[in-house]
Each structure stands twice: as C-alpha cells, then as structure tokens.
C-alpha cells in the first residue's frame, strides 16, 4: 500500500503542475477553446473506467499504474502544443485513458480491502492525493515565476513526474484481485435499475459541476487579482488544508454517519460556490476557495464509502468515475464560452447542480447504501 501512495503522490504532483500552467497557457495563447476540446476529449477517454474493473482483474496494480502513467505522460507533453484543435484532442484522448486506469485501478485496490479498512484507506489514498497536490501546485508556481511567459517549459514538468510515478508503479506487484471480493460484491447488479442508473446520473452532473468550476480557478484566482505566481501557493495551500480536513473525517462519520455527511458536505460545496460569484477582493476569494477545497475533502470521501457500501462496490467505482466524466466531457464544451463571458454563469450553474445532486443523493442512491448508525453521544 505505501507504494501505491507513493505512485499515487507522484501522479498527481504531474497531473497538478499541468492543471494548474494548462489554463494559463492556453488562454495566453488565445486558444482555450482548444483548451475546453482537450479536456473533452480526456474526459470521453476516460469513459473505459465503465470497463475499469475488467481491465484490471488478472492483473497486477503495478502493470496498470505504470502503463496508465506512461500513457498520462504522452498526453500532457502533447498539451504545449496550442495551435491545433486535432493535437489538443488527441492529448486529451491519450491522457484521458492514462488517467482513468490509475484513478480506478487505485479505487478499486481500496474497495476490495475489508469494509472495517475502507475508511482508513480512503482517508489515506486522499492524503496522498493532497500531498501531490502541494507538490505540484507549489512546483507550478515555482515554474510560473522563473519562465514567465514560456509557459510550455513548466508544462514539460508534469510528463516527467509522471514517468517517476510509472517507475515507481512497477514496484506493485500484487495482483488487483488476489484478495477475495467482499460477500457483497458476489451480488451483482441484476436487481431493478439496482442502482447502477441512479449512480450515472448523480455522478454525471457531479462530473458535470465539479467541470465547470476546478479547471478554471487559475483564470478566477488571476480574474479577480491573484498574482500568477501565487496561484500555484493559493492551490497549494487549499491542498493543506484538505489534508487537515482529512483528520476531521472520521469524527465526522462517527457523529453524523455516512448519509448525512454526504448530504450536509454537498450542501456546504454548494454555498461555498455561490460565494465566488460577487466580483469581490482576492482575499475573499482566496478564502473561499479554501473553505471550497476542505469541503471536497468531506465529499470525496464520503461518497466513497457510500458506494463501496453498496452492492457490486468493485463494478459501481468503474461506473461511477465514467459518469463523472461524462459530465466533464460535457462541461468541457461549455465551459470555455462561459468563462470567456467572465464565469459568473458557469459558477451559478454548478450551484445549482450541486443542489440537484444533494436532493438526489438522498432520495435515490443514499437509501440504497448500507452504514453502521453514527455513534452514540
């Protein structure tokens, strides 16, 4: 497990270092449509988690992890190339697999460990994804502020990373299925509708909403008079703040339970997005876009759990990372326009998703998920 957070840190580091130059460099460049197109692309490209538990089952996690990183390397070098509508879909193509297979090989690992280690191994799988977070963003903003308007020189940083995470993945040679599948993955999902349509639909507009707003925050940081080389820190710094926002999660699943953190953390995500619509300071902005990030430490975490406590856990990860990137795919072909027009639309429409998800997290899928009960006061 230590070296799967260790590939784990260092893949996102590279994914973080390309999020945070790639907007940037694209809009500079007068291409963020082309932009938008790639992160499309990646997204339609990482619809083959549907088939994630699949690919991966008879294989070792090692040989996923660093296929999927070397594949997720292509991809992101290809990105410093602007010009081109057809280069910008073809990177997103390629990295879209790449990163799809890590993430899903990764969750999978977690969901078939047993359900008393489940919480710890999220929390620790999201620690790592943090601590990659800090890394990359604060290697961004380095990168940022030494080669100025060459920005393609940062972004070269991100494929590197990668090819160390691929390295390092090597090193993980247990099969992903050489552990017993939990008694509840033996029931397959056969059932009415048996959940797996309700999880597309909620995580397609979670995918659909997360899309709007994550990509564009270096344009929103920099809109709204956040130095270009502070936007790496200002990220960095949300990064932190999850990883201590992670020590929160169990104390708060054992007080308000699984279904109620997912509802209350969603609602939470929903408002702190709303705070970014005034044309307020950089502090305030900076502020809430911290709050935001803590926020999404409760969200990602808690709807793990309420997926791998459903029935086919090991199936429905696959299903719910396509969903969610189908949204994103689709986000990608708007998103662009509206942040071209200042952004407060695309901010006002992933509240609104936000909302819709929290009132159909709790009528359709939560219902579906089985929790212990909050412990007592």
């Known amino acids: 497990m230590p070296v799967i957070l260790l590939a784990t840190t260092l893949m996102v580091a590279g994914m973080w270092v390309s999020k945070t130059l790639q907007p940037l460099w694209f809009a500079q460049e007068g291409h963020l449509r082309n932009f938008g197109l790639s992160t499309t692309a990646m997204a339609i490209a990482g619809l083959s988690a549907f088939w994630s538990h699949k690919i991966v089952a008879g294989r070792s996690v090692g040989g996923v992890l660093t296929a999927s990183c070397l594949a997720y390397a292509t991809g992101l070098a290809l990105r410093v ?32 460990q047993p359900t008393e280690q489940r919480l710890a191994s999220v929390s620790a799988r999201e620690a790592a994804i943090q601590v990659g977070t800090v890394i990359g963003t604060l290697l961004a903003a380095g ?122 953390s969603e609602l939470l995500l929903a408002l702190l997005t709303l705070a970014l619509v005034p044309a307020v300071g950089a502090t305030v902005v900076i502020a809430a876009v911290l709050l935001r990030f803590a926020v999404t430490t409760f969200t990602t975490v808690v709807q793990d759990l309420v997926l791998f406590s459903m029935a086919s856990p090991i199936a429905l990860v696959g299903t719910a990372q396509a969903a969610f990137l189908i949204g994103d795919a689709a986000a990608g072909l708007v998103a662009p326009g509206l942040w071209l027009g200042g952004g407060e639309g695309a901010l006002l429409i992933a509240v609104g998703l936000l909302f819709v998800t929290a009132i159909c997290n709790t009528t359709a899928i939560l219902p579906q998920a089985r929790e212990r009960e909050p412990a007592p006061a």
């Open 143 to 264: 990168l940022a502020a030494v080669v100025g308007r060459s920005l393609w020189i940062g972004l070269l940083v991100a494929p590197t990373l990668l090819i160390a995470a691929a390295v390092v993945g090597r090193r993980v040679g247990r099969p992903a299925d050489s552990a017993p599948p939990p008694p509840e993955e033996v029931q397959q999902s056969s059932g009415p509708m048996s959940g797996r349509s309700r999880v597309v639909g909620v995580w397609a507009l979670r995918g659909f909403a997360a899309s709007l707003v994550i990509p564009y925050l270096p344009l929103l940081l920099e809109d709204r008079g956040v130095a270009r080389s502070a936007i790496g820190v200002v990220l960095a710094a949300a990064a932190v703040g999850r990883l201590f926002a992670l020590r929160l999660v169990p104390l708060l699943d054992r007080h308000l339970g699984t279904r109620r953190s997912a509802v209350v």
């Open 81 to 112: 190339f602007v010009n081109s509508a057809l280069v910008a879909i073809a990177s997103g193509l390629i990295a879209g697999l790449g990163a799809s297979m890590f993430l899903a090989a990764v969750r999978i690992d977690v969901a078939r």
